[in-house]
């Protein structure tokens, strides 16, 4: 074991005077410091630190868990999980064996001149070309250190540094309220140029507004609304769904659920997000979850892998340092296809392009109704201007079934890597 992180070390040893043998610690550190710029102008400059301890025990196998930030005395947190402990059942224990997996990162804060200087750009450069937009942004430098230890012997640690930057620029005409917004985060050297670019091509196709077209017909999603979909795949493909019987696709292990050309990976070293380890300390790994619209595997933590009768997939995270670590997944990697974007709207005769959408989107039943925020109208293959007061509804399960193209536009929305879509037979409501 990696001598580096003290308090968690005394945390094992203190337990193991009070003869508990099965005790896990789990310990966040982060650094971040962001720089803020409201209606076109730099706003503030903050800084933020954060520490904090998750220690999970077994007590004559009843689980405790005890959560502190900050500046903590071992002994009390023993006794807070403890005493959460006698409030337990029994349960199967889960602790990973004995391993040493180390994942560090450097890399040199950026000087807060080029941050602001990159944010000054971005807005100059829009309202350039539209005066009458008002910008606003954030730029943030974040360091997170994630180190997990057990009574097993095992020694996990990750740093991951990364620089996010978003942007979002309102246009008011009269009645007509627009707003677009685009972002990225990385691990690179970072320019705003492709962030700018997107967004001067969204304003340029929403300088007009024209009615939807109504009734059935197909839309394109760009990856930044195509989420909406994969969201309700994820979260059927989810092991813990599968045990408790609410995924549709409980039972379709091998069986064919959407169009053939579909593929799906969790590929967990793809950067920027990519993640070594889960928070119980199992490896990441890459995972075929639909190959040829058909289902290869599901996505599994520790106590769900035991439930499904397989083994762990690498994917037990915590959603929040006070919460059990649950089924999730990393970097979700659909397979691209062959058009670009300008040629799927070439092929297109009367359609919406879907980009931004308003509220959430479907449930595990796959069944939404969502209205559309930021969308365009495509008329005999050409864009004809920005659609207002639309929605659109349809499946999930259905519309992959009814998927007439994908692009080859991969792009990050979130940790899913997606190109733009086209579905068939959605309802379109102007």
Known sequence: MKHQ????????ALAQTKGLSEVEAYRVKSYSRPIFFEANRLKQIESSQSDGIALRLWREGCPGLAVAYGEVAAEDLLEKAIAVSH????ETIELADKNNLIYTAEAKEPPIEKLIALGKEAIATIRDAYPEVICSAELAWEEETTVL???KGLYCEHTDISLSYYLAVEWVRGEDF???????????EFTSEKVIREIMKRLEWAKSNVS??????????????????WSTVADALNGKRVVEGSSPWSESLGKLVMADHLTLWQKPDFKPYDCPFDDEGTPTQNLTLIDGGRIEQFYSDRTTARKLGTQTTGNGFRPSLSRYPTPDLVNLVIEEGKASFSDLVSQLDRAIIVDQILGGGADISGDFSVNVDLGYRVE????????????VAGNVYHALKQVQALGNDLSWSGSC???SIVVEGLSIVG
């Open 5 to 12: 992180d003290i308090v968690l070390e005394q945390l094992l």
């Open 87 to 90: 409030l337990n059942s029994p």
């Open 149 to 151: 230890v057990n009574s």
């Open 178 to 188: 627009l707003a677009i917004y685009d972002g990225e985060y990385t691990k690179a």
């Open 212 to 229: 939807p077209p109504t009734g059935k017909a197909p839309v394109l999603f760009t990856p930044n609304a195509a989420t909406m979909l």
């Open 380 to 391: 005999k293959g050409e864009i004809i201007g920005r659609v207002k007061d639309t929605m």
């Open 417 to 419: 890597y997606t190109p």
